[in-house]
């Protein structure tokens, strides 16, 4: 028997057996009407419907109280119409238009099986009256970038090329997905779970199909398509998808969800214990005597992988972390301005001042400072040692050195962590997302003042060891606060060339846009084009 229902309800239902296909509206939407119009309310909105009949209303005021039968909605559509086919019509356009909030359901003997639920305002699902049916032969499988959790204790199936979630109520239904990790026939697929009615799984295998969260293995995507999905990897996607709005429909941006519920965390981290070494700070005039043009900057900076033949020294080190991430205030409270937290103001930006990121060093060798690993207290502008185990230390210059292509290890390593509450308990879907955009920041921040200093900086694009291995070094808790972020720093080597850039020696190079920038921007330190050695 087919899913679908005649238009007035009448005839077979939409069942198989004792599987019925039911719809109705999400939980969160609202209809009110207002005179002869009605108001749809919804998370991505309003829609209003001008002048629509009281059996249209009656309708879609129906969706909004549970699952219900198609054709029994479209009953409430005709009843004491003038026009029935009219207002069927109409009915259908209201449905088409509103798909992206309508719920699919299965239900077996009165009890609710599966639902798939939409999660974009972009969803689009074909059949009101019910999908397509898939036949028994059509192989089925789980794309590699689908998943299945727990949520409300309901397991739940994702896929973030998907507009749609598919709430599993029957527990049995696991079994189902796991069963399509290989592609299988609905025949095949329909008795895997033997407890489960075979006309129940084919429904719900309908479903999961329409809402494009299981794959039809005979109907494969363009090869240009499976070229660019070949390309990403599973939790590359997932955190693309979920780290904007627009392909879920999970809280987003400053919700303060823990607000009198959770402490925040303070503005400025607790200093760890072990000895401390003040540092000196850089004089402003000096800086200003000395500091380069912000365009010459830009045009020489790059990253230089290889050291100088003299160590870093630790007045340069001090004047890098005092004028790229020392802490110039702290301010607030202000919950007049939606910011019930005390905020860091640092010399990057950070979203709502979130100052979550801190600094390690690893110290392979600097004038004036022994080798060990430090934490730097960005308020006190003073370093803390906490640990100078030197096979600890060796570890992650090591790391370093493979990440930068088996390069020399740096004169120093600053790796940066996060503190994360800091951002999420304020966000929400987006918290470890804006934490990588505040390392790019302080990236660049650094490359700007290492280059204005004329030193040899080198960001780290591939992670140094591992997360466990710096939280184990450093003394720190993997889930509070871990590493994000590397950054080599050393002495320039005597052969460096500002004027020239290290890609010219590389071929194949092709110059776009004004390559002369570079030469012109430079003002002359020395012949080399170099910065002469500070003292």
């Given amino acids: 028997m087919s899913h679908s229902v005649s238009l007035t309800g009448q005839g077979s239902p939409a069942a198989i057996g004792t599987a019925r296909h039911l719809v109705s509206f999400r939980e969160d939407v609202m209809v009110d009407r207002e005179g002869g119009d009605l108001l749809i309310s919804h998370r991505w909105g309003n829609h209003i419907v001008a002048a629509v009949s009281d059996g249209v209303a009656s309708a879609v005021d129906r969706l909004t109280f549970g699952p219900v039968l198609a054709g029994n909605v479209m009953d409430l559509v005709i009843t004491a119409a003038a026009d029935p086919i009219g207002e069927i019509t109409k009915m259908h356009v209201l449905v088409d238009v509103l798909q992206f909030l309508l719920v699919h359901s299965v239900e077996l003997d009165a009890v609710t099986v599966a639902e798939v639920v939409p999660i974009s305002s972009n969803a689009r699902f074909k059949g009101f009256t019910g999908p397509r049916r898939v036949e028994d032969g059509d192989q089925l499988s789980v794309s590699r970038f689908a998943y299945l959790h727990q949520v409300d204790g309901v397991f739940t199936l994702e896929n973030p090329l998907s507009l749609y979630k598919a709430r599993l109520h029957d527990p049995l239904l696991a079994a189902l997905i796991a069963s399509a990790s290989r592609p299988r026939t609905v025949a095949e697929l329909a008795r895997i779970v033997p407890s489960l009615d075979p006309d129940a799984t084919r429904a719900v295998l309908d479903l999961l199909v329409a809402a494009k969260l299981l794959d039809q293995v005979d109907e494969p995507a363009p090869e240009e398509?499976?070229?660019?999905?070949?390309?990403?990897?599973?939790?590359?996607?997932?955190?693309?998808?979920?780290?904007?709005?627009?392909?879920h429909d999970e809280e987003f941006g400053a919700t303060f969800r823990f607000t009198g519920e959770i402490e925040?965390?303070?503005?400025?981290?607790?200093?760890?214990?072990?000895?401390?070494?003040?540092?000196?700070?850089?004089?402003?005039?000096?800086?200003?005597?000395?500091d380069v043009t912000l365009t010459e900057v830009l045009e020489t900076r790059q990253s230089v992988?290889?050291?100088?033949?003299?160590?870093?020294?630790?007045?340069?080190?001090?004047?890098?972390?005092?004028?790229?991430?020392?802490?110039?205030?702290?301010?607030?409270?202000?919950?007049?301005?939606?910011?019930?937290?005390?905020?860091?103001?640092?010399?990057?930006?950070?979203?709502?001042?979130?100052?979550?990121?801190?600094?390690?060093?690893?110290?392979?060798?600097c004038e004036g400072l022994k080798p060990g690993m430090y934490y730097y207290d960005?308020?006190?502008?003073?370093?803390?040692?906490?640990?100078?185990?030197?096979?600890?230390?060796?570890?992650?210059?090591a790391a370093a050195s493979v990440s930068a292509g088996n390069a020399e290890p740096p004169d120093v390593l600053l790796t940066i962590t996060s503190r994360f509450q800091r951002l999420g308990w304020k966000y929400s879907g987006i918290p470890y997302a804006t934490t990588l955009k505040h390392v790019g920041v302080l990236y660049q921040t650094l490359y700007l003042v290492g280059t204005a200093m004329g030193l040899a900086p080198c960001g780290l694009g591939v992670g140094v060891g591992n997360g466990d291995l710096s939280a184990r070094c450093f003394g720190l808790d993997w889930e509070r606060e871990s590493s994000v972020g590397h950054f080599m720093v050393s002495?320039?080597?005597?052969?460096?060339?500002?004027?020239?850039?290290?890609?010219e020696a590389i071929p194949g190079r092709t110059s776009y846009n004004s390559q002369d920038w570079r030469t012109r921007s430079i003002t002359d330190r020395d012949h080399s084009g170099n910065f002469p050695p500070k003292t």
């Fill in 225 to 247: 398509e499976q070229a660019r999905l070949r390309q990403w990897g599973f939790h590359d996607l997932l955190f693309h998808a979920r780290s904007k709005s627009g392909r």
């Fill in 264 to 290: 925040h965390e303070a503005p400025i981290r607790e200093l760890p214990k072990g000895p401390v070494v003040v540092l000196p700070r850089p004089a402003l005039d000096d800086v200003l005597a000395d």
């Fill in 305 to 365: 992988r290889t050291p100088g033949r003299e160590p870093l020294t630790v007045f340069q080190l001090s004047e890098l972390l005092y004028r790229a991430a020392r802490v110039r205030a702290v301010y607030g409270p202000a919950p007049e301005r939606q910011m019930p937290y005390q905020g860091v103001d640092k010399p990057y930006p950070a979203d709502g001042g979130a100052g979550e990121l801190d600094l390690w060093l690893t110290v392979r060798r």
């Fill in 378 to 397: 960005p308020a006190g502008h003073r370093l803390v040692l906490v640990n100078n185990h030197r096979p600890d230390v060796d570890a992650m210059l």
């Fill in 491 to 503: 002495s320039a080597p005597d052969e460096f060339d500002r004027r020239h850039h290290f890609t």
